[in-house]
């Protein structure tokens, strides 16, 4: 039997809105909120599920994005058949997910092909459904315009650590040293170090992860990509009055969007799991020396204990 990576491909998607291009931060009423899950539900051709805060459909597979998305899979003789799809949508953020299994005998130059041909279907029903859409007031708050949709992949491949590591025969001439690259040491719950790798470029971010990936380790890449990557295209591209329309270069981060995502990773999510490293190996150093102190006093509390036995006796 063929062996088989999980790989879950993520689409991070931010909105925004005309009056952000004057200052003005948009908060959307509950109303409005309904006006932006109508749209995608009409473009989907499904009703949403509620998940927490969350509205999350899932995709058909007669819709047109999941057909475009198949076909990318199979002109990489990648198998559609048991894909899953789903769309989420809260406030400012919307968020694509597909699961699928990647043969192992494919490299890491094919991954990164297959994420950017399955970008462009995921833009391409974002901004059918959303962009230019107008949110009209509710009497709570104003009306407003959905003026542009910034979009950047997340990859995550689980036991793919491995896949990292085989391609190591130069350490010079390596994906590892063609874009920003580093590693996740992961010790929670686990006593066995883990360690996950990141390589970030500006089509995307791949996480080849040493098996499972942590809940916070997940969240903290997801709300960082959030922070340092979309949030801060957004407002650089208002800051330098650049108009939102539909213009797919305004979609491309540039370097220095890559540093600062890079440096927000490296210091919030490595620098938490090496202070959990030291918080771990304190509590093994300190159990240690509980236990020589015990193991210290036994010779000494045994005959004592036997005075009190004989005495109680007697």
């Not at 899932?58 to 047109?64: A, C, F, I, Y």
């Not at 006593?191 to 089509?203: K, Q, T």
Request: hydrophobic content about 40%.
């Amino acid at each position: 039997m063929e062996q088989m990576y999980d790989v879950e491909f993520y689409v991070l998607g931010l909105l925004r809105f005309d009056k952000e291009n004057v200052g003005k931060s948009v908060i959307l009423s509950k109303g409005q909120l309904n006006q932006i899950q109508k749209y995608l539900g009409e473009k989907i051709g499904r009703t949403s599920e509620e998940r927490d805060l969350w509205q999350v459909w899932s995709l058909p597979g007669e819709s047109e994005c999941i057909k475009k998305i198949k076909g990318i899979l199979s002109k990489h003789k990648v198998s559609s058949n048991d894909i899953q799809c789903e769309l989420g949508y809260y406030h400012h953020r919307v968020i694509f997910k597909l699961h699928l299994r990647l043969p192992k005998d494919r490299s890491l130059a094919v991954l990164r092909e297959i994420r950017d041909n399955l970008h462009c279907p995921v833009r391409e029903l974002l901004n059918e459904a959303l962009l230019n859409k107008k949110i009209e007031s509710d009497g709570e708050k104003p009306e407003c315009l959905i003026s542009y949709i910034y979009t950047y992949p997340l990859t995550i491949v689980y036991n793919g650590a491995k896949l990292v590591k085989e391609t190591r025969g130069d350490r010079t001439f390596c994906p590892c040293t063609t874009t920003f690259f580093f590693e996740i040491p992961e010790v929670k719950y686990h006593i066995l170090l883990r360690s996950h790798f990141v390589r970030i470029s500006i089509p995307g971010t791949i996480v080849y992860a040493d098996k499972k990936l942590d809940n916070s380790i997940f969240w903290e890449l997801i709300n960082g990509i959030y922070y340092a990557a979309l949030y801060s295209k957004k407002l650089q591209d208002i800051e330098n009055l650049k108009s939102a329309q539909k213009d797919e270069t305004l979609n491309e981060l540039n370097e220095r969007i890559l540093r600062e995502l890079s440096s927000y990773l490296i210091e919030g999510i490595v620098a938490l799991e090496k202070q959990e490293i030291g918080n771990r190996l304190a509590w093994i150093a300190l159990i240690v020396s509980v236990m020589s102190i015990l193991l210290s006093t036994i010779p000494n509390i045994i005959p004592f204990i036997f005075k009190i036995i004989e005495l109680i006796i007697n």
